[in-house]
């Protein structure tokens, strides 16, 4: 039947396409892989198909062998003799009054009333010297077989489906190449980008480290500012006679958070000492003050006492 001729170009265009979808199946996997060696599967099937379709339509169809004419089959059947060295003539049977003679040609044996010297069916004559007439040939198609495709052309649709294939496979190579080329590009182009992001970011972190250590260094020259301040600020009530002297200096230190290197608080307080003496173990004695820092107007209070 048809349909199980066309099961194996069928089945081997499906190999083929299947081979051509997991060589350019490239970086897919799962569900994707399968799906795309599937579709090249199917389309190397439907080649199969087509091509062997295509030589179906050229095979040529068996064509009958011609028969013998009617007078041809009435024809004796007793095959004429060797070659003759005399003039052969044509096999006369006698006729009837008014009637040409019955003449058999030499060479087409077909038996015809003639007058003439020539047969009316292959222009023979009916006279010929030394040669005897020679039997028809049987019919035989040239350059192909009855019934199937000749040589030539069985070669050339081997050779096209050979050159189908290896283009078939070039071209999924030369696909699996620019996969896997492209693929390459979009890893190399997603390492760049990630290292330019990576670099940015840490160029953003020294930008910020350097913005909080200017944050820093001006919250500690305020707490410095609060804390001469207060000096000044107790050595002129040691003037007025409120509080005794000398005072040497003033130290400050942050209560309940609010340090200067908190950079989340936007207010310190501090309890302050004015130094007025230096005491033999270290320690030092003198006024309490209390201070408060606001680090967003970069301004501070004090007052005597806790």
Known sequence: MKWKEALGPAVAGGIVGAFVGAVTNGDASGGAAAAWIAGWSVAGALGGLAVWYAVERLRP????????????ASMPSTPLGPAATEDITATEQPANKGQAPV??????????RATGDFCPHCGSSYLRKGRTASPLKPFKAVGRSIGGLSKRTKIVVAVVCGVLLLGGIGGGVALKVKSDNDAQEKREAA??????????????????????????????????????????????????????????RTACEPVGGGSEDILADTTGK??????????????SSGYSYNGTVNYDDFSYTWRLGN
């Open 103 to 112: 003449k058999v040609c030499p060479n087409c044996s077909v038996q015809e």
């Open 61 to 72: 169809k068996p064509q009958p062998r011609p028969s013998p004419s009617t007078k041809e």
């Open 191 to 248: 390492e760049q980008a990630a290292e330019a992001k990576k670099k940015q970011e840490l160029a953003a972190q020294d930008a910020q480290a350097a913005l909080d250590d200017t944050e820093r260094s001006s919250r500690r020259s305020l707490v410095r500012g609060l804390q001469r301040s207060i000096t000044k600020d107790a050595k002129k009530n040691v003037d007025d006679g409120l509080l005794d002297g000398p005072i040497l």
């Open 270 to 283: 501090y309890e302050c000492l004015a130094v007025s003496k230096t005491n033999d173990d270290g320690t």
